[in-house]
């Protein structure tokens, strides 16, 4: 494949995760006006948002198995396909029951471009997986901060709410076209190395004996723990930023929203400097443990001392190591550990995450009864997990491996 068809493929996978982004707050962004049109309040259409997570647990895993199945490509154009489905029925739909169908279809979409498009930048850039994931989680950012000022907007101007659902359809029915003349690497090797990748800095090698071993089997465990914990501690952050600030800390409204506009700053800066460092300066491993110590650190000392100075720091600093990429590299180390199984692994680990999604909102909740405050001690503890399971990470990869190369060996971390 050439560098300018590589990079063709490339734009439009990134693409597609920029829609996404708006797409993961355009029900919550519309809240009023969809609220509205179905004859509920904001609990009906927050009940429709819910739907998400169901679509996305029902498909990932199998979704996973057949993408490496049948191809990456195949499984990228189901999930930009069934998005332009959710964008196109939400704003067709007249009740919560038909809004919650095509819910659960943006879930299903979101767990069809995951398995499509993941594997697919590890098979396109085998000497930068962790970068390229990465930069996933950058253009979904990109997507949740553009579609909030799109909406304002509209709303400004008193033009129809539908619009932004209809942008959305139409901007992946156009990648949809373009997609369908991109190429994509062969699953079963790796794409040529660029010449200008030193070799030696590569995660993880394929291992020549692709069969499982007990070393292997609890590594992909831990990971896919640490999947939930790295999607909770973010999720839950994000969630309850702004009652934290407005309940506990005290601040009015307008500055408590703006600890969530500072916390997304914070992820995107996160993510530009984790590409920029991450394989070339420090080794995945190392940044896992590093971005979940100061995590931890950080949501500490915002739960002792919740004042309005240190809120802020500290909203920029759990966006830049929480929110910056770090679910991205466990998933990277994931997909090397098992390189055969890359779209299988991505479902696992995925699903996860969407779990985390489900469980969080169930715990706060009943916490909330109790205090924000606690909410925020739950998220350390979480926070803390994330670090046992970085070091155990850690731990399992010094342990040498009989059937790994030596230099495969030194190279892991």
């Known amino acids: ?25 355009i029900l919550a962004q519309n809240m009023t006006a969809l609220g509205t049109r179905w004859h509920v309040g904001d609990a009906g259409v927050s009940y429709v948002i819910s739907s998400l997570g169901i679509g996305r647990l029902l498909v ?15 499984f990228v ?10 964008f196109v029925g939400i704003i067709l739909s007249q009740t919560v029951v038909e809004a919650y169908f095509f819910g659960i279809l943006a879930g299903m979409a979101n767990s069809f471009l995951d398995t499509g498009t993941y594997p697919a930048l590890m098979e396109l850039y085998p000497n930068k997986q962790a970068a390229a994931n990465i930069l996933i989680k950058a253009f979904a950012s990109i997507g949740e901060l553009i579609l909030p000022i799109f909406v304002a907007t509209l709303e400004g101007f008193n ?9 959305c359809a139409v901007a992946m029915a156009v990648n949809f076209v373009f997609m369908w003349h991109r190429q994509f690497p062969d699953m079963a090797q790796d794409a040529a190395p660029e010449p200008e990748i030193d070799t030696s800095k590569r995660v993880l090698a394929e291992p020549e004996d692709s069969k499982m071993t007990p070393r292997k089997l609890l590594l992909g465990i831990v990971l896919t723990i640490f999947g939930y914990i790295s999607m909770a501690t973010f999720y839950l952050i994000s969630q309850w930023l702004t009652q934290y600030g407005e309940q506990v800390v005290k601040l009015d409204m307008v500055h408590a929203r703006m600890l969530v506009s500072i916390y997304s700053v914070g992820s995107i800066l996160g993510v530009i400097t984790t590409v920029m460092l991450v394989e070339r300066v420090i080794k995945p491993v190392w940044f896992m443990v590093g971005d979940t110590l100061l995590s931890f650190v950080t949501l500490l000392l915002m739960a ?19 929110a910056s990429g770090v679910m991205q590299i466990g998933l990277t180390i994931m997909g ?15 699903t996860a995450g969407a779990i985390a999604s489900f469980s969080i909102p169930v715990f706060t909740g009943i916490l909330s009864k109790t205090s924000v405050h606690s909410i925020m001690w739950f998220d350390v503890g979480i926070a803390l997990v994330g670090i046992l399971c970085a070091l155990a990470v850690m731990a399992i990869l010094r342990k040498r491996d009989p059937n790994a190369e030596s230099a495969t060996e030194e190279d892991l971390i």
Request: contains cysteine; glycine residues 10%.
């Open 60 to 74: 990932l895993y199998i979704a996973g198995y057949l993408s490496d199945r049948f191809g990456r490509r195949l």
């Open 1 to 25: 494949m050439s560098r300018k068809e590589r990079l063709k493929t490339t734009f439009s996978l990134y693409f597609d995760y920029l829609i996404h982004g708006m797409a993961i707050v």
């Open 77 to 86: 154009k189901i999930g930009i396909l069934t998005y332009i489905c959710f």
């Open 336 to 350: 090397n550990v098992f390189p055969k199984s890359k779209g299988r692994i991505t479902g696992i680990y995925n």
């Open 304 to 322: 002792m001392f919740p004042v309005g100075w240190l809120m802020y720091i500290g909203s920029f600093i759990i966006g830049c190591s929480a």
């Open 159 to 167: 033009l129809w709410f539908g619009w932004s659902f209809t942008f």
